[in-house]
């Protein structure tokens, strides 16, 4: 009988047609459900089923962006390590510290490397030459061929890693910073939004100290926004469908940049910029690459130096101005390891190591915020079929997720008060002892803070990042009052978690407030303190 011809069923049918048709969905559905609750091996973790069946935690991903896993994992607490099926696949979401560790443990089965091309060649619009040159020799062993990505990532890591090379980039980012936020026209009348503030200054700056002072954007201003449209659309051009159409402004940000970069490198401009550019591009064309491709692989750098650095200060910077009290401890702190000019040149100085080292509650607020806006995944894909900590199997071709924001919303590791900005938690006071000096905490599990992912993709820039960030912050906090634009306080939103956490998240909405300089002694000399390591 076929199923359009229900009307004529046999008398001795019970149901009605209509009855019959959500007989039928139902236990499509009902069958649908069962297998996608299937484990592909009894000692796979825990598998979630979707609320639509095969589809449904994909469409979850993408209508919710981050908030969805991050809401499945706090929802399912007991679970250090769940599994998501996905049409043709499998993700495994890790959320816990210790089992976080042993995916970092076991970088030669599961390992991030095979999915760089896929993901650079969606958000970048990579031709398939530079494609093709990308995914030779990804990952070379001891004495093995080697390849482009293994070189440039090698060489990224020793150059931003402690020494001489990062000392003299933190020194040249920390100068030019100094110089754009003093030369910055404020006003205490004319509200501001405080991000978009910080994100000009941070743009401007970074781009000059990493590509030099005739950079695409001092060149052409209006890039800086084809910058941002370029950020804000990157969820969409990594789902790569018609992004000239899905992902449009993305789209047109990410190929003006481009086209500019190209005219930038085609005048040797490079020449003038960075040594670590200048490398990268040296390394490039050695394997062959094209300059309109290297254009598109340095839109990549320039990214990584300056989005997480522009939304880290935006929420630290916040929190400060926020609480008038922890305001006067920190802008306390820099006051104490500036010091006052002397009769050799005149000038303040500032040593970035005592920002880092002696300015406790400062780095406290710093990996606060980090804690709270970072919702980050660290992804592996499993090259072969895996028994993670002798427990958990782990299919070929499946992805490995370490879900930094449920790790970090996590009660059990944080206190109580996960969800509260509370820097006391990364701080260690004597409370008996008078007037207690505090001082930094480094009690939590070291795989549970993912601000910086971590094992082998452990960011190469986190030393930079972390220079440059108290550098901008003390400079800002020395400098300028910032008042409500409106009403008696300033209020922090909540992070926007409903889009792909890419990078540290912005906030749902604008914060305005008043900007006005300070004209004590100490502020007079932050305008023209000379930086030192």
């Known amino acids: 009988m076929a199923f359009g011809d229900l009307a004529s069923a046999p008398e001795w049918w019970p149901f009605s047609a209509s009855a019959t048709a959500i007989i039928g969905i139902l236990t499509l559905y009902f069958i649908a459900y069962q297998l996608s609750a299937r484990k592909v091996d009894p000692r796979e973790p825990p598998v979630i089923a979707p609320a639509i069946p095969i589809v449904g935690h994909v469409l979850g991903m993408a209508l919710f962006g981050g908030r969805y896993i991050k809401n499945l994992g706090l929802r399912n607490r007991n679970l250090p390590i769940f599994t998501l099926p996905v049409p043709g696949s499998r993700i495994y979401i890790v959320a816990d510290p210790s089992l976080a560790a042993a995916v970092q443990r076991a970088s030669r089965v599961l390992s991030f490397t095979p999915i760089v091309p896929d993901v650079t060649e969606r958000v970048l619009g990579l031709d398939a030459a530079s494609m093709e040159i990308t995914r030779k020799n990804l990952e070379p062993g001891p004495g093995g061929e080697r390849g482009f990505l293994a070189d ?44 978009s503030w910080v994100r000009h200054l941070v743009t401007v700056s ?18 800086e926004g084809a910058f941002w449209d370029f950020d804000h659309g990157l969820g969409s051009l990594l789902m790569n469908v018609f992004p000239s159409v899905t992902a449009k402004k993305a789209y047109q940000g990410r190929e003006k940049l481009s086209a500019a970069l190209y005219t930038y490198l085609s005048q040797n401009l490079h020449k003038t910029g960075s040594k670590i550019v200048q490398k990268r591009v040296d390394i490039a064309l050695e394997y062959g690459w094209t300059l309109p491709a290297i254009a598109r692989e340095e839109l990549s750098f320039l990214f990584a130096g300056i989005v997480n650095a522009t939304t880290s200060t935006f929420w630290i910077l916040l929190q400060l101005y926020a609480d008038p009290t922890l305001l006067a401890t920190v802008r306390k702190e820099v006051e104490a390891v500036l010091e006052r000019p002397g009769s050799e040149n005149g000038k303040a100085k500032l040593r970035i190591a005592d920002l880092r080292d002696n300015c406790p509650v400062l780095v406290a607020v710093y990996r606060e915020c980090l804690r709270l806006g970072s919702d980050t995944y660290s992804t592996r894909l499993v090259k072969e079929d895996y028994l993670l900590a002798n427990q958990y199997f782990l299919k070929k071709n499946a992805v490995v997720q370490i879900a930094g924001g449920v790790i970090h919303a996590d009660s059990r590791i944080w206190g109580d008060d996960v969800e509260q900005f509370n820097p006391k938690r990364f701080l260690d006071r004597q409370e008996g002892s008078a007037g207690g000096k505090a001082k930094q905490n480094n009690a939590f599990h070291p795989a549970a803070f993912r601000a910086f992912g971590g094992g082998k993709t452990l960011c190469p820039g986190r030393h930079f990042a972390m220079n440059e960030i108290l550098a901008f912050v003390a400079l800002v906090v020395l400098q300028f009052d910032v008042k409500p634009a409106h009403g008696d306080k300033i209020e922090v939103p909540r992070k926007n978690d409903g889009v792909m956490p890419v990078h540290v998240l912005e906030p749902i909405r604008p914060v305005e407030v008043l900007i006005s300089r300070r004209e004590d002694e100490i502020a007079r000399d932050a305008r023209d303190v000379e930086f030192v390591i």
């Open 152 to 195: 440039i990532q090698d060489m990224v890591y020793q150059w931003l890693g402690p020494g001489d090379y990062l000392s003299e980039l933190s020194l040249d980012a920390a100068t030019e910073m100094r110089d754009e936020i003093a030369a910055q026209a404020v006003s205490n009348t004319k509200p501001i939004d405080l991000l």
């Open 206 to 223: 970074t781009a000059k100290y990493l590509y030099g002072p005739q950079n695409p954007i001092a060149v052409d201003p209006s890039l």
